[in-house]
């Protein structure tokens, strides 16, 4: 079994910045992907950024505002946010793609952390 543990949410001012983590635990032999979505009220979860096999992808949405990376070792996944709006408002959630040590291949989530842009 796999645990993501995300950090890093809260209240923030349009135009402020935040930093998401989401650590990883358990029953890992690789991570073949780890990234962001996130699902805002009455709307549908959706990709933000995700990293896979060194290589970035970002909705269009947050493009030249939102930054994926990733530590290796601490199997751990950052997503550093500027130029924050209210649209971006919303639950984030942590997702990974995770090999085990049995060669078993399954997708963890996860519980979310809330991102409020407000004045």
């Known amino acids: 079994q796999v645990q993501l543990v995300e950090s890093g949410g809260g209240l923030v001012q349009p135009g402020g910045s935040l930093r998401l983590s989401c650590a990883a635990s358990g029953s890992i032999f690789s991570i073949n992907a780890m990234g962001w979505y996130r699902q805002a009220p009455g709307k549908q979860r959706e990709l933000v950024a995700v990293?896979?096999?060194?290589?970035?992808n970002y909705a269009d949405s947050v493009k030249g505002r939102f930054t994926i990376s990733r530590d290796n070792a601490k199997n751990t996944v950052y997503l550093q946010m500027n130029n924050l709006g209210p649209e971006d408002t919303a639950v984030y959630y942590c997702?990974?793609?995770?090999?085990?040590?049995?060669?078993?291949?399954?997708?963890?989530w996860g519980q979310g952390t809330q991102v409020t842009v407000s004045s």
């Open positions: 990293l896979t096999s060194g290589r970035s």
């Open positions: 997702h990974a793609n995770v090999r085990s040590f049995r060669q078993v291949v399954n997708d963890y």
